[in-house]
């Protein structure tokens, strides 16, 4: 359910197991408080609009260690 003058921010999980940063070519977590990708090895947040993923390091802000969010779980792999 969306809020009146609030858009609800989600990102598809399947995209979220394709996109990397692209400075780090490591794994991005979804903050959806902020609606944004976290890159915590590069301390970048990459905002999602309209549910469009912005991978710009030129739009991302950076984030400090406090926003960092907590520990990643394992990634799933595939099949083996």
Not at 50 to 57: A, R, V
Not at 58 to 73: F, K, M, Q, W, Y
């Amino acid at each position: 359910m969306v809020a009146e003058g609030r858009e609800e921010k989600k990102v598809d999980p399947k995209l979220l197991e394709l996109l990397a940063c692209p400075l780090t070519k490591g794994p991005l977590a979804w903050d959806p408080e902020r609606g944004e990708l976290i890159s915590r090895v590069a301390k970048l947040a990459y905002p999602v609009r309209d549910g469009i993923p912005i991978m710009l390091p030129s739009e991302a802000r950076t984030i400090s260690a406090d926003d960092v969010l907590p520990p990643a779980p394992p990634r799933l792999s595939g099949p083996s």
